[in-house]
């Protein structure tokens, strides 16, 4: 599986192109943007967290195998901290492309420091990332979340339930 991992993620970063800080950043920030608007209660939200990881194009393609590629940024408190890609393959019926935006919370210290300590953070091995679902028009900071990482997925279509990251890798990019 090491392999296809690493393969997939040769074909998508050639395929999508390395991105620069900066292409990052304005992506990042276009996303949260749209997170905010999205998120009743977003800003507040962030703001009780640790750090966040915003990925604002995972790429995902495949025939029969598959996989998914994205580079993102790590922030805290309004600075960048670190830039990571995350990346997943997948065997089974699949056909096609798509794209989604992927928001990763750390509601901890902890948590963040775990994640910050691996040089490869596997979710669902090294940390599970917990997908939250509210309601329509609900506000974030209403539901009692005890997970230390949180998830939230978003099409071009708005935000996406009912899927997982687990099987994601997070790795820091070193430009």
């Keep these: 599986m090491k392999k296809i ?3 997939v993620g040769l074909l998508l970063t050639s395929w999508v192109g390395a991105k620069s800080k900066q292409e990052i950043n304005i992506l990042a920030d276009a996303t949260m943007q ?6 009743v209660g977003g800003q507040q939200f962030l ?17 029969g195998i598959g996989g998914e590629y994205g580079e993102g ?5 309004g600075n960048n901290l670190a830039y990571y890609s995350t990346a997943a393959a997948s065997i089974g019926f699949q056909a096609g492309a798509q794209s989604k935006s992927v928001v990763v919370v750390f509601m901890t210290q902890d948590a963040l420091n775990k994640f910050r300590s691996k040089k490869g953070w596997k979710a669902g091995v090294d940390g599970s990332v917990a997908v939250i679902k509210w ?4 506000d974030i900071n209403t539901l009692d979340i ?5 998830g939230f997925v978003f099409s071009n279509k708005g935000l996406m339930f009912n899927l997982t990251l687990e099987g994601s890798k997070f790795t820091e990019i070193k430009r």
Excluded: M
């Design 34 to 39: 749209r997170f905010t608007k999205e998120v």
């Design 146 to 150: 005890k997970d230390p990482v949180v």
């Design 5 to 7: 991992f690493i393969l």
């Design 135 to 138: 309601g329509v028009g609900e």
């Design 47 to 63: 703001n009780g967290a640790a750090a966040y990881l915003v990925f604002p194009q995972v790429l995902k393609a495949g025939f």
């Design 73 to 77: 940024v790590l922030r805290t408190g």
